[in-house]
């Protein structure tokens, strides 16, 4: 093993600078930050508005809308959300959310249900930047597998918007196939 003479692990005496060498510095890495409370504005009950693409990736521009309830409740104290939506429109039922806090990768993981699939999906994974939210997964469309994208967005006290996208080719363009704005009903 060969020690560089500037090494924390050489005696002092050669840990002295040399004339002519440059010891290169390595850029301090941002603070990473404690998102595990990101989830916090949505706790509480939501009034829903969805648009969504009938059949994504099918040359359709047929939407369908309809409206819901969302309501979001914090388990485990920190770092998990539970949120649990209704809907009357015919194809579109209930479903659940669950959203968890890694605190090692500092990043979420958003698995779904519905009534008719009794089992969670592939996850999403993601995070909030500048106080949007950016999560990408995998799901299967026609049978074919692709990227999904959810898109939380526009976050104010009473109101926030989540856009739902799919990509064919392996992200470099997405589908918009659902647009849902949440208003608060209470907290």
Known sequence: MYLQMNSPLAPSALRQPVPGVTTPRVA???????????FDFEI????????????????????????????????FNRGAVLVEMESDAAGFGDGLLLRLYDPDSRQWSISATDAA????GQPQIGEFRGGRGEFYGQDVVHGRAMYSRSVIA????SSFTLEE???????RSWELH??????????
Do not use: N, Q
Request: zero cysteines; glycine letters at 10%; hydrophobic letters at 30%.
């Open 44 to 75: 509480g009950t939501w009034h829903v508005r969805h648009s969504r693409l009938l059949r994504p990736f099918a040359a359709s521009a047929e939407w369908v809308r309809f409206e819901g309830m969302s309501t979001a409740s914090r388990i």
């Open 28 to 38: 301090a890495r941002p603070a990473l930050r404690d998102g595990s409370h990101d």
């Open 117 to 120: 699939k009794g089992g969670l």
């Open 154 to 157: 526009e976050i104010a006290p």
């Open 165 to 171: 996208s799919f990509s064919d080719d392996g992200g």
């Open 178 to 187: 659902s647009i849902s704005r949440y208003t608060r009903t209470s907290r």
